[in-house]
Structure formats: C-alpha cells, structure tokens
C-alpha cells in the first residue's frame, strides 16, 4: 500500500509539471493557433537567472521567484519582438518562427554561457522527507502538488472573475469574433505569453529541484512531452491540456514502476504506443470537442 501511494505522489508530481507546461502551450494556441516550441527555452532562462542569483549570494527562494520573473519577461518579449510582426502570417511562418527562437536561444545559451551543465545547489530541506499520515512523502514531490494545485487553482479564478480572463476564454473560443466585439487583441496575446511565462518558469523550478543542474537544452525533453500532452488532452482545451499532462505523467510513472527490468528501456515507445491508442479511441482528445465533416 505504501509504495502504490508513493508511486500515486511521484504520478501526481510528474502530471503536475507536464500539466503546467502544457496548459502554457494551450493558452498561447488557443488565442494565436500557434504551438510555441520556443517555451522549453523559457523554462531554460529560469534555470540560468537561478544559477547567477545564488551564484551573487541570493537564497534559493528569491532566486527562484526572479527565474520566474524573468521567464514572464522574456515570454512577453518573444511575442512582442518574433511573433507579432509574422500574427498574420499562415501557420507554417509562425511555427518556423518558434523554432528561429527556440534555436537562436539556445545557441547563445551554448555559446554565452556554457554548453555543459551548470549545478544549481538546492536546499538540503528539499532532499528529505515530510510525514503525511504515517506515510512518507519526498518533499520536492510535496511542493510539486502543492505549488502545481495552488497556480492552477489561481489560474482558473483568474480566467473566470477576472474582465482580462474573461477575455482571453472568449478568444480561446472564438479570437475573430472576439476582436470585432472590442477586446483589445495584443493586451489579450501578451497576457497570454506572460502567464505561459508564469508557468513554464514555475515548472522549471520544479524541474531544477528535482535535477539540480541546467543545461541549453533542459527544457527540451519536457516540452515535448507537453506538447504530446496537450494533443492528448485535446488542441485547443486549457483543460484538456491540464488533464493531458496528467494522464501523461500517471502513464509514465506506471510503466516506470511496474514493468519488467528487460522492458524497462523501452518505456517511453510503450507510453506513446498508449497514447496513441487513446488518440485512436478519441482523435479529437480527451476533453476536445468532435469536429463534424461535411
């Protein structure tokens, strides 16, 4: 029982970061139809503000808060400088443009800064354990829930009372008609990039307490993962995409649990080969809406 609970944490933890990179992805699509490959960089940005702030003598703590700062800035800058000039272009130049900025990102990280990994110490308070109910809980692990529950509670009051918010699910739903109705578009798009911002620099805290290092490409892996997670949960639904991650992280903390040793290094084509027999059962994701074919 103790260790289906603890892979239960490890699952909620993983969903979690999955989760808030995905529903970032999903927010910049839902308002611009683009899929940013250029937010693993972000993600990135936070890890190296957090590796010269500790390294000037700045606690763990603050170092972390001006990553996250930092990442809402340079998110916020890519839209204003790349993504604005091509809006409205077709989709093929604005995904292009994501990979120029994803890749001239990471070669002035490579060349600026170093192509090999940078430790980021963490706190020893991070590497034990908290006691929930008799039961061990790794407390990076607890601060993945929490922080990932706390920002998507947050997030879903924001979207819901706020004019802004409210705002932005009328451009999910519906960007052209949205414009026509008065909403100013570019306060809607940059608030959309600033909070993807928020949350890949929130999920590139986590991800560096759990690695304690940064590297150029850092954010890669866990992007791609959000990106499969947003398919997964259905293109376009915020929702869906906080679901898609944790699907996604439940699949892959079950495989990495409870497959045999001589299977273990093919987990990761066996969790695609099972999302795409999600995907075959429901193509258009698991909370994404049916699309009727004249």
């Known amino acids: 029982m103790?260790?289906?609970f603890q892979q239960l944490v490890?699952?909620?933890?993983?969903?979690?970061?999955?989760?808030?990179?995905?529903?970032?992805?999903?927010?910049?699509?839902s308002v611009l139809g683009l899929i940013n490959f250029a937010h693993g960089e972000l993600m990135t940005v936070t890890g190296y503000t957090m590796f010269f702030a500790i390294g000037s003598g700045v606690p763990f703590i603050l170092a972390a808060c001006l990553g996250v700062a930092m990442a809402m800035v340079v998110?916020?800058?890519?839209?204003r400088i790349a993504f604005r000039p091509v809006r409205n272009a077709n989709t093929a130049t604005m995904l292009l443009t994501s990979f120029a900025v994803s890749t001239i990102l990471h070669i002035l990280f490579q060349n600026l800064i170093s192509a090999r990994p940078k430790a980021i110490p963490v706190p020893s308070d991070l590497a034990g354990a908290i006691n929930f109910f008799g039961l061990d809980i790794g407390a990076i692990q607890a601060l993945s829930i929490v922080c990932t529950a706390l920002l998507l509670?947050?997030?879903?009051?924001?979207?819901?009372?706020?004019?802004?918010?409210?705002?932005?699910?009328?451009?999910?739903?519906?960007?052209?008609?949205?414009?026509?109705m008065g909403i100013n578009a570019n306060a809607v798009i940059a608030?959309?990039?600033?909070i993807s911002g928020l949350l890949a620099g929130?999920?590139?805290v986590l991800w560096i307490a759990q690695r304690g290092s940064v590297d150029p490409l850092m954010g890669f892996l866990p992007v791609l993962k959000a990106f499969i997670a947003v398919v997964l949960g259905g293109l376009g639904s915020l929702s869906g995409a906080v679901v898609g991650g944790f699907v996604l992280g439940f699949i892959e903390v079950a495989?990495?649990?409870y497959l045999p040793p001589e299977v273990l290094p093919f987990r990761e084509a066996i969790a695609l080969s099972l999302v795409i027999g999600l995907l075959l059962l429901r193509p258009e994701g698991l909370l994404g809406q049916k699309l009727s074919v004249r």
């Open 255 to 257: 495989l990495r649990a």
């Open 75 to 79: 998110a916020v800058l890519m839209e």
């Open 202 to 204: 929130v999920a590139g």
């Open 2 to 4: 103790d260790i289906l």
């Open 10 to 29: 490890n699952a909620l933890a993983l969903g979690g970061t999955y989760a808030l990179l995905a529903l970032g992805l999903a927010m910049v699509f």
């Open 153 to 180: 509670f947050a997030l879903n009051l924001f979207l819901r009372r706020s004019i802004l918010g409210i705002a932005m699910r009328a451009a999910a739903f519906d960007f052209p008609v949205t414009r026509l």
């Open 191 to 194: 608030t959309a990039f600033a």
